[in-house]
C-alpha cells in the first residue's frame, strides 16, 4: 500500500496530484522498510492464546513446488521491469500503462507458455462473474469520486485545507499529525479510507502548505495504509477476522499497540524525508 503501483490508493492518489511513480515510490519503499521492522518487532506480542502452530499430514510428505514459486516470481519480476521501464520511456502515466499491461501481459505469457486456451477460458469466467463479486467495491469507488469533486467544486475543500493549514500552524509535523489523525479516525469510525483520502487529496492542496506534490502524495498514502488497519469494514480487516473466527474489533484492539507504534514512527520517518529529500 506504500508502494506498489498496482494498488489502487497508489493509482488514485497519483492521478490526483499528476505525479509519476518515480517521485513518489521509492520513499514508500523506505517507509515500507520500515513498517517491515515494525512487523517483525510486534509479531509476537500480536498472538493469540489458542494460536498454534500446525502442518497439514499431506504437506509432511510433499515438497513444496518451487518451481511454480519460480514461475510466480519471474511473471512478477517482469511485469515489475516492464512498468518501471515503460514509465520511464514513455510519456503516460503509471495509471495508463499499469492498465495497459494488465490487458496485454497476462495474454503474452499465457501464448508463450502455450495456455492461450485455457487461459481464454478462464479469462471469460473471470470477467463474466466480475459485476456480481465487485459491485461493493464499484459503489465504494463511485461514492469516492463524488465525494473528492464536490469537495473541490465547494468551498468544503477550502475550509478544510485552511483549517488544517491553521492547525498546523506551519509545522510539517504538525501537519502529519493532523491528517493521520483525521484519517485514522473517521476510518475507524465505518467511513471507507477511499473516501476519505479521495476527499482530502482533492481539497488539500499541498501550495497551502508550503510542501511538494510528492510528499502529500506520500502522505496520502501512508494515512490510508493506517486508516485499513483501524477501519471495522476495509477487506482486509474482514477477510483477516473471517480467518482467524475472532471479530473486527478483536483484531484491530489486538494490533492497537503494533498501529500506533507504526503512526508515530512512519509520521517521523516521513518527517525526516520531507526536511531532507523531498
Not at 497519483?14 to 515500507?32: C, F, H, K, Q, R
Not at 517491515?36 to 489458542?50: C, E, K, N, Q, Y
Not at 518451487?66 to 520511456?89: I, Q
Amino acid at each position: 500500500m506504500l508502494w506498489s503501483p498496482y494498488f489502487v490508493n497508489m493509482a488514485l492518489i497519483l492521478s490526483i496530484y499528476d505525479l509519476n511513480w518515480g517521485e513518489v515510490g521509492p520513499y514508500g519503499l523506505v517507509m515500507a522498510a520500515v513498517l517491515t521492522g515494525l512487523v517483525v518487532v510486534f509479531f509476537r506480542s500480536s498472538a493469540f492464546a489458542d494460536d498454534s502452530w500446525t502442518v497439514p499430514e499431506k504437506e509432511k510428505e510433499t515438497n513444496p513446488p518451487v518451481s511454480s514459486m519460480r514461475t510466480f516470481l519471474l511473471f512478477l519480476g517482469v511485469l515489475l521491469a516492464a512498468s518501471f521501464l515503460l514509465e520511464a520511456l514513455l510519456p503516460y502515466s503509471m495509471l495508463t500503462i499499469v492498465s495497459v499491461l494488465a490487458l496485454l501481459y497476462p495474454w503474452v505469457w499465457a501464448l508463450a507458455r502455450k495456455q492461450g486456451a485455457s487461459f481464454a477460458q478462464s479469462t471469460w469466467k473471470h470477467v463474466s462473474g466480475s459485476f456480481e463479486r465487485l459491485y461493493n467495491e464499484i459503489g465504494i469507488f463511485v461514492t469516492a469520486g463524488f465525494f473528492s469533486v464536490a469537495l473541490r467544486s465547494s468551498d468544503a475543500g477550502v475550509w478544510l485545507s485552511e483549517a488544517i493549514s491553521f492547525l498546523s500552524q506551519g509545522y510539517m509535523i504538525l501537519l502529519i499529525a493532523w491528517v493521520v489523525a483525521i484519517v485514522m479516525g473517521l476510518s475507524a469510525v465505518g467511513i471507507h479510507p477511499v473516501i476519505i483520502v479521495t476527499g482530502l487529496g482533492g481539497a488539500l492542496s499541498p501550495e497551502i502548505f508550503g510542501v511538494g506534490a510528492p510528499f502529500m502524495a506520500v502522505l496520502l498514502l501512508m494515512s490510508w495504509m493506517l486508516g485499513v488497519q483501524v477501519s471495522p469494514f476495509t477487506g482486509a480487516i474482514l477477510m483477516t477476522s473471517h480467518l482467524m473466527g475472532a471479530t473486527t474489533i478483536q483484531v484491530i484492539r489486538k494490533n492497537t499497540a503494533f498501529i500506533l507504534s507504526a503512526a508515530v514512527v512512519l509520521s517521523l520517518v516521513l518527517f525526516v524525508l520531507g526536511e531532507t529529500v523531498m
